[in-house]
């Protein structure tokens, strides 16, 4: 049997499966632009709340360091409104939740769709966090810290003065030293004196 070249079909590539990864990736795009347009909304809702505290938490005293209004984007955006409290957003994307850290874990401090109310509850806690520094303070008395540039100037002061001492304690051993040497050196001159004829 002979075969001829002209006779055999030639294999079509099958282009399905090309057409399936092609989908895939589409699918994959929109659920990646979905999850960035979730993050995206999350972000407002906390720039939102961001610019309802804004303004309000500027009359806290200068001295008063205690809170700082930061919106960090990393992959889990948070609000943070001191050290330990911060707000993220829900699993529903809508619901702000005013956390903070414990020793225990994180503790919900309250949970609502609405910013303005959760910008109250906000107010309240620094309200809160202010009154309990100002009773630590008062209650150190005399043992309050204090400020640093004070603390820096004291720690100064305090090694300039040793240093003096230090200074001043060499000289007082040198000289008694020395008046040592004399003093024994005139009592070996007084006992060879005394005991050469």
């Known amino acids: 049997m002979e075969h001829n070249d002209d006779t055999m079909p030639v294999p079509v590539p099958d282009s399905r499966l090309k057409e399936a990864m092609h989908r895939a990736r589409e699918e994959q795009a929109e659920r990646t632009d979905v999850l960035v347009d979730m993050r995206d909304a999350e972000i407002a809702r906390l720039e939102v709340l961001h610019g309802g505290l804004g303004d309000s938490l500027k009359v806290i005293p200068a001295d008063n360091d205690m809170f700082e209004i930061v919106l960090s984007r990393g992959n889990k955006p948070r609000l943070w409104i001191d050290m330990l409290a911060f707000v993220v957003m829900g699993r529903d994307r ?32 620094a309200a809160h966090r202010i009154i309990e520094r100002e009773k630590a303070l008062d209650a150190a008395g005399d043992y309050a810290v204090l400020p640093i540039e004070a603390e820096m100037d004291a720690d100064a002061d305090s090694e300039s003065q040793h240093a003096a001492a230090r200074r001043g304690g060499f000289g007082s051993v040198l000289a008694s030293f020395i008046l040592g040497m004399v003093a024994g050196v005139a009592v070996l001159l007084a006992y060879g004196y005394v005991q050469i004829p």
């Open 94 to 125: 809508r619901t702000y939740r005013f956390m903070r850290d414990t020793r225990d874990g994180r503790q919900v401090l309250f949970e609502s769709t609405d910013p303005d109310t959760v910008s109250t509850r906000i107010h309240d806690y």
